[in-house]
């Protein structure tokens, strides 16, 4: 079975950090471009961010940009996100998904992924 799991998603405080990790199981994640999708309680989801299968092109968009870091290790088939001063605003459910398609066919296109993964719910709150 082909899947995606998300883990490291918690509580923290404003200025805090987390790291989370999504994993495939029952496929290899180096020939897949993988996003980072979040979705707060009555609002749209929003991707914003993306890894290039080689791990060479990353994306962000602004509101995350020089806080959040994607990489990968595809030895260990998992994607990793970095969370720095973290912010009331990023509270959402976070999601990783992954496409064969390349970072600038999927990122901030279509959201047609080939799988997604559960999410992780993320609160950032005194």
């Known amino acids: 079975q082909k899947q995606l799991v998300e883990s490291g998603g918690g509580l923290v405080q404003p200025g805090g950090s987390l790291r989370l990790s999504c994993a495939a199981s029952?496929?290899?994640?180096?020939?897949?471009?993988i996003g980072w999708i979040r979705q707060a309680p009555g609002k749209e989801r929003e991707e914003f961010s993306c890894?290039?299968?080689?791990?060479?092109?990353?994306t962000y968009v602004r509101s995350v940009k020089g806080r959040f870091t994607v990489s990968r290790d595809n030895a260990k088939n998992t994607v990793y996100l970095q969370m720095n001063s973290l912010k009331p605003e990023d509270t959402a459910v976070y999601s990783c998904a992954a496409s064969r398609l390349g970072v600038f066919e999927i990122c901030g296109v279509s959201g047609q992924y080939d799988y997604w993964g559960q999410g992780t719910q993320v609160t950032v709150s005194s």
């Open positions: 890894i290039s299968n080689n791990g060479e092109t990353t």
């Open positions: 029952g496929f290899t994640l180096d020939s897949y471009t």
